[in-house]
């Protein structure tokens, strides 16, 4: 028999870790006891260096990239009402830190790669406020992790009275993760009772630790089993395009918010319910649900969100703190015909795929993937979803029990002040049912967004409770009440009739006129038009019913006379340019019906042709009707030809009315009339005018063609108003224009950026930016600009006109909310009654919602806050480019930011991103793309571009897509090799660490198989090779040429020292804490310590041969370097030395190992000034020590200096004084500055293991004689 179990622990130890895992779980199954197969097994040996594993790899980096982070943070609190033991908690604390290894865990590089540090021991102290500030959570909250120095958590009490207090908890995700806190909680609440009850806790021996199990991982990572798991990744999330709900929308502020807000008993009954009736977990109902959710918000039909999976799958695991969590994507195709049943069926097979593969780290998996790194983007995903049953139940309990009946323990999160995603929802299952707290970045979505996002979820779910049947498009998700908010309304009001307005202004003494000297008053307008309308009707081609009359005239009073005459004869009007191509024109006459043409010149037209002038005559003229056609429009059509969008009487009444009412416009209005009549906003000039009795100014065509012509029109008619396109505003302000201070200034026709608008808005009187497509007459929405309105990078479009709607949708026609881009649908009185001849156009252009009519603009918006609609670009010009969708106004506002660029224009073309740029000169392509890696992602960054003089434009004044001169299509810019030494130097690292040879500067890192081990280990090849490149540097410039740029020499030690700027927080890399200002006061920062520390410096002093000054300033140079690993100038003013002189230590890097480095820096500060530079000149440049310096000798080195450590020997230890320029630094920074350096100084010596028998004998003999 013994025999036989030795044979099955051989099998067994032959097993690699999971494999041990899986097959322990069967045997305990069948109720056998494990321990009778496998003796425990002592911990392998550790090796001197520790990995970390990939999940600590990746918040190390993070960590890195970021220093001043708290998003990597885990933070709650407890709220005591009681006598609360403080000795018995204290005590807790510290023996749960012997008791786990990672909360005495450092991280430190070794050899150029991270490592874990398990200490022996950690100082801990249980700080306490009493009482409290008010800032004391959030201050809390707010401070940055030392991953350097342990332990990685910290605790701090809020006495708020003798009986009330709140514990707060705070620890750095490196070293635990969600179950852990509940491991800690039932841990510290035993030890807690244990202690008040005078006794030692009675908790089981943790055989093998975190580290070990790191260890297994590393292990595993190498095995066949780990290469299949990297394999069914792979496959899983090929061409995965990661979406987010701020698409639209980008940010580099991190900052967060968090809500909890209740899901209620009776919905999570619900929950319960119906997943039992479908057969699948609630976990999946609810993840199918949300993914639902985002693909109506996003209108993605590949939806991925990332899930935490705790990562115990053994009982080994479940009791230890640590990182063990691991990050899964889970990504469903949503087919919008399909039913929920069978999505939901689809999202239950996916789950259970993702977590049969859920061992392969997520830092791996992004690495197998090959996805696109940006900073603030997490690749793949960027929204989370966790539902947390079953284990977490201890974790998110509100209410503790610390075995102790007089204590009263209310438990609860911490919100952090930054995110790690966009947007993080947690479901928890609480007593009272789920709730789920939400953590969001402010920057992206507002409270109000994510608040009608979880009303939302909540709709949702009802909706599949009811008709899980029911296909996925046919879901109603927004709540009424959102939906109501989510529909913009102009003001209800009476429309008066176009004509009886213009009658009503018979008296008027305006007139009508031409630029070429021709006028008209409104009387023999009235009696001209009404002649001639006689004379249409006597026109036998016009008897029809819905008879058509075409104008081609040239511009002037005559052509108003038309126009006005074939609406009073309640004819519709074809309005046609003179200079139309023949083809085109006849293309229009034919499609429109038309009886006969109007026109005042020569033209070979396939109608009969009329002079306007022979048409006269007497008689009624038929009453006016309101559902008439007024005129008959042709717009651009994307199949080439044309197509006619005829217009009612009642929509051209309504928008002129409207407009009028807007403007407030009277007599006084003196309109220029620059638009061809064949671009509907035309009508706006010359019936806007007519119905007010204002003076109408009809510019010539070859003043339009000519800036300063154009120009010059309006001071010499006292222009008021003027409506122009965006191009035509441009190309005045590029053409000297300066303005006019009593111009009412209209723009519309297509969006108008920024950075025009604020040329514009600064010369004119009032600027307005006007919006609306043809098919709903000419303008929907108007908004007068101010200064708030100048932040994107285009105008927003306003509010609705009267009678008028205008509502985001999906791509289902159903509403959205503020917050999620769709596309912009119009409803109202200003609608056409669809295009002519054009029965398939209709069904997709029109729809009916409710009881309301409405047109798809195909415009790509977002409802704002404030009511305005910030717009995106359109919707069948949105890119999609390897899996990414691209709005490519974002890219051209990127491009126009830059002051060399006056206009661009995105696009793809041929597979690239394309960019079409107006400048003076041509831009070199290398350095737009570094320029551009400044705002936008690299995906995002165009592969060539285009300079133009001008962007050709077509007859209405809009850019002219067509026309843009191709590039060649075979161009292809070829690999720049290196030229500059850094570049050459970075090339031949990227080359042997990557194993990759033939690339250029340009190419990106990661595309080239780069990872993130990989990225550190170039970091610190280029660091032994003289190249200092922080992790931030490394993974903000993906390429040989950018990191080249960006590298700082580590071989001019001179040159840096005197380079000029203060070390400020910038430079030092110790940004200020949050809610503590820079330039708030400047007081200075003192520590005091003890004799036993003064003893062992000058002990140790004294074994290396070296001083205390010198020591005491070398840990104040690793102070610094941990926290930026950049060169700077350090300076030691000694004043025990004979002679009181600067000697200046330039930091370029620093050997590994507290011994290495300890050397290296009191070697540097012991050579002095041997250069004969001016100290001052160093000093004021430099951080500056100084130890037991009387002011008097300070005075003759010391020039004014961002930073001074200033240490004297007092009689019972030494006093460390943190002086300090507060323009640069804060209190809190300093103060936590001071804290690392204490725990420096003291730690040196335990860095350097050689002599520490004699080191400790010296310090004895020392100890009275320290002074």
Known sequence: ?????????????????????????????????????????????????????????????????????????????????????????????????????????????????????????????????????????????????????????????????????????????????????????????????????????????????????????????????????????????????????????????????????????????????????????????????????????????????????????????????????????????????????????????????????????????????????????????????????????????????????????????????????????????QPGGYGVIIEYRPALFSGDQIRGMKAQFETLLHAVADAPDMCLSAFSFIPPDQTRDAVLRGPDSNIPDLLQQIEKQKGAEALICATSGQSLDYADLWDRAGQMANGLLARPELHGPDARVAISMRRGPDLVVAMLAALRAGLAYVPLDPEMP???????????????????????????????????????????????????????????????????????????????????????????????????????????????GGTLVMAGTADTAMPAQLAGLIPRHGITHMQATPATWRLLLDHGWHGAPELVALSGGEALPTGLAQRLHANVKSLWNMYGPTETTIWSAALKITPRNLAGPVVPVGGPVANTSLRVLDPHGAVLPAGIAGELAIGGAGLSPGYRNRPDMNMRSFLTSGNERLYRTGDRVVLQGDTTLQFLGRVDHQIKLNGYRIEPGEIEAALTALPEIAEALAMVDGGRLLAYYRGDQTLDAQALRRQLADSLPSYMIPAQYVRIAAFPLNPNGKIDRAQLPKPDADEQAPRRTPTTGAEVLLHGIWADVLQKNGFGVDDNFFDLGGDSVRAIQIASRARESGLILTPAQMFENQTVALQAAAAQSAKTPWQVALSGGPIGNDIAGLAPVAGDSIGGGGAPVQQMLGAADLAKLHADAKLRNTTPARLMTAALARTIWHWRQAPFSLVLIDGTETEVRAMPAVLAALPSGVAGSEKALTDALAVGDRAGIDPRRIVEKAVIASWQAPAEQLAQVLAPTGLHLRAEAMEDGILLKWEYDPGLFSGATIARLAARHVAELRGQASGSTAGNNKLNKLRAQLKDTSK
């Open 582 to 692: 023949v083809a085109r024109r006849d293309y229009i006459l034919q499609d429109a019906d038309v009886a006969l043409v109007l026109s005042d010149h020569p033209l070979d037209t396939i109608c009969p042709l009329v002079d306007p002038a022979t048409l006269t005559g007497q008689g009624d003229l038929p009453a006016p009707d309101p559902d008439r056609i007024a005129y008959l429009i042709y717009t651009s059509g994307s199949t080439g030809w044309p197509k006619g969008v005829p217009i009612t009487r009642r929509a051209l009444s309504n928008l002129i009315a409207s407009t009028a009412d807007i403007l407030g416009t009277g007599q006084d209005l003196r309109m220029l009339a620059l638009t061809t009549v064949a671009f509907d906003i035309s009508a706006l000039e010359i019936f806007l005018p007519l119905s007010v």
């Open 1 to 429: 028999m013994h025999d036989q179990i030795e044979a099955i622990r051989a099998r067994v130890a032959a097993l690699s870790p999971q494999e041990r895992a899986g097959f322990r779980a069967k045997v305990e199954a069948r109720g056998i006891d494990w321990s009778l197969i496998v003796a425990d097994t002592p911990p392998r040996p550790r090796p001197d260096h520790l990995p970390l594993s990939p999940a600590q790899m990746q918040f190390w980096l993070l960590q890195q990239v970021h220093p001043e982070t708290t998003a990597l943070s885990i933070a709650f609190a407890w709220d005591v009402e009681g006598a609360l033991d403080l000795d018995a908690l204290r005590r807790a604390l510290t023996y749960l830190i012997a008791r786990h290894e990672p909360l005495r865990t450092a991280f430190t590089i070794k050899d150029g790669t991270p490592t874990q540090q398990v200490r022996a021991t950690v100082p801990f102290d249980l700080a306490t406020s009493l009482p409290p500030i008010a800032t004391a959570e959030s201050d809390f909250v707010a401070q940055a992790f030392d991953l350097g120095v342990a332990p990685l958590f910290r605790v701090r009490l809020l006495q708020h009275s003798q009986d009330r207090f709140s514990v707060l908890f705070a620890f750095h995700h490196i070293i635990c993760d969600g179950w852990s806190r509940g491991i800690f909680l039932r841990e510290l609440a035993a030890s807690y009772q244990a202690y008040v009850a005078g006794q030692e806790p009675d908790l089981p021996p943790i055989t093998r630790h975190f580290a070990d199990i790191v260890l297994d991982q590393t292990e595993w990572l190498a095995s066949s089993d780990a290469t299949a798991q990297a394999a069914f990744w792979r496959a899983e999330l090929e061409g995965i395009a990661p979406q987010s709900l701020s698409s639209w929308k980008r940010a580099a502020d991190t900052s967060a918010e968090t809500v909890t807000l209740p899901l209620g008993a009776d919905l999570s009954a619900r929950i319960a319910g119906l997943a039992a009736q479908l057969g699948v977990s609630q976990y999946v109902l609810m993840l199918a649900v949300f993914q639902l959710l985002l693909h109506r918000l996003t209108g993605a039909e590949d939806i991925a969100v990332g899930t935490p999976t705790a990562g115990r799958d053994s009982e080994e695991k479940s009791g230890l703190i640590g990182l063990f969590v691991n990050t899964l994507v889970l990504r469903n195709r949503i087919e919008p015909d399909m039913t929920f049943r069978t999505f939901l069926a689809r999202v239950g097979k996916g789950f259970a795929r993702a977590f049969e593969h859920q061992d392969l780290p997520f830092a791996r998996v992004v690495d197998t993937v090959g996805a696109a790194r940006n900073a603030g983007q997490t690749p793949l995903f960027q929204t989370l979803f966790q539902v947390q049953t079953g284990g977490y139940a201890h974790q998110n309990a509100a209410q503790i029990d610390l075995g102790d009946p007089r204590l009263a323990v209310r438990q609860r999160v911490l919100p952090l002040p930054q995110a790690k995603f966009d947007l993080s929802w947690h479901v928890m299952d």
